[in-house]
């Protein structure tokens, strides 16, 4: 099981803060770094100093790291047009060397898009403009140098499109797609994406949401493989001291972060990635969100990652 580590910088973090999580993620031998899109903080924090863009940020890591991955869980469809969207994607992924992997979904923090005058439409119309969105960038990645690329949907057309430029791969970044919607998010993972991600939710509501994947992919004779993963909120300490002690710094209770998310013990942390592994967990995101304890990723990668 590989182990990422994930961030929520729109709750307070600099570009400095990020580069050195980043850098201990590299260091201390995780997969891969990755952040939210958000415009907006969450809950009773300050949110200082402000938010960042995601893929500003990440071009920034991209020639600061080496090694790690870099992605979003997730970009928002509402938040770009898919052609400047295709085209920052691609030139952070050549910055990288080939490291990025592409998060997208629908957006749905409402309140964020009125704070910066995005526009927000109902569920369906973003679902609608969501698949456009990666029948075009992935279209725009995928068409041969020398060839253009044209697009007519319903929200989006594109005509003659030199598709340029090209990310490092030929065929684009991997494509993640997560949720845990019944219906439309399973075709559309079935469809377009490399990864599939249930963020937050227990282990057999995972499992019930990957086989609604798996029946999707099957039903739409999918060959290529898909990667199944999930995301949790974490917060690891030796003793029950530190684990509260952690708990507190973001504001959770210890009995609540124990049912819903991995809190504990590293044993116990171990446990129930265990159980996450049973049901096909092939990648884990640890959202961690005290940003300034480095001594927590620490711990996850001496005590959690190399017991794996």
């Given at each position: 099981?590989?182990?990422?580590?994930?961030t929520e910088p729109q709750q307070g973090a600099s570009y400095e803060t990020l580069l050195a999580v980043a850098k201990a993620t590299e260091d201390l031998g995780f997969d891969a770094f990755f952040r939210s899109d958000h415009y907006l903080k969450m809950g009773d924090v300050s949110g200082l100093p402000g938010p960042s863009?995601?893929?500003?940020?990440?071009?920034?890591?991209a020639r600061e790291?080496?090694?790690i991955r870099l992605g979003t869980l997730v970009t928002a469809a509402t938040f770009r047009y898919p052609g400047p969207l295709a085209i920052s994607v691609a030139q952070v992924?050549?910055?990288?060397?080939?490291?990025?992997?592409?998060?997208?979904?629908t957006g749905w923090f409402g309140e964020e898009h009125t704070a910066y005058g995005i526009p927000f439409p109902s569920l369906g119309e973003r679902f609608e403009r969501l698949e456009e969105q990666l029948q075009i960038i992935?279209?725009?990645?995928?068409?041969?140098?020398?060839?253009t690329f044209d697009f007519e949907g319903r929200h989006y057309t594109l005509k003659d499109s030199p598709a340029l430029p090209k990310p490092a791969r030929p065929d684009g970044p991997p494509v993640?797609?997560?949720?845990?919607?019944?219906?439309?998010?399973?075709?559309?993972?079935?469809?377009?994406?490399?990864?599939?991600?249930?963020?937050?939710?227990?282990v057999d509501d995972t499992a019930a949401a990957f086989g609604r994947v798996?029946?999707?992919?099957?039903?739409?004779?999918?060959?290529?493989?898909?990667?199944?993963?999930?995301?949790?909120?974490?917060c690891c300490g030796r003793d029950e001291a530190e684990i509260k002690r952690r708990a507190d710094a973001i504001g959770r209770d210890v009995d609540e972060l124990r049912e819903n998310g991995l809190c504990g013990?590293?044993?116990?942390?171990?446990?129930?990635?265990?159980?996450?592994?049973?049901?096909?967990?092939?990648?884990?995101?640890?959202?961690?969100l005290d940003l300034n304890d480095l001594n927590h990723l620490e711990l996850l990668a001496f005590e959690v990652l190399n017991k794996l």
């Open positions: 099981m590989r182990l990422r580590i994930f863009d995601a893929w500003i940020t990440l071009a920034g890591l790291t080496s090694r992924d050549q910055m990288s060397g080939g490291r990025v992997d592409f998060g997208i979904g992935t279209g725009l990645w995928r068409t041969p140098e020398g060839e993640l797609v997560g949720g845990v919607g019944a219906k439309r998010t399973p075709r559309l993972a079935a469809q377009y994406a490399d990864e599939y991600n249930v963020p937050f939710h227990k798996r029946a999707a992919s099957e039903a739409q004779d999918r060959t290529r493989p898909m990667v199944y993963s999930a995301a949790q909120v974490v013990t590293p044993a116990e942390i171990v446990e129930k990635l265990g159980r996450f592994a049973e049901i096909g967990t092939e990648c884990v995101y640890l959202q961690v």
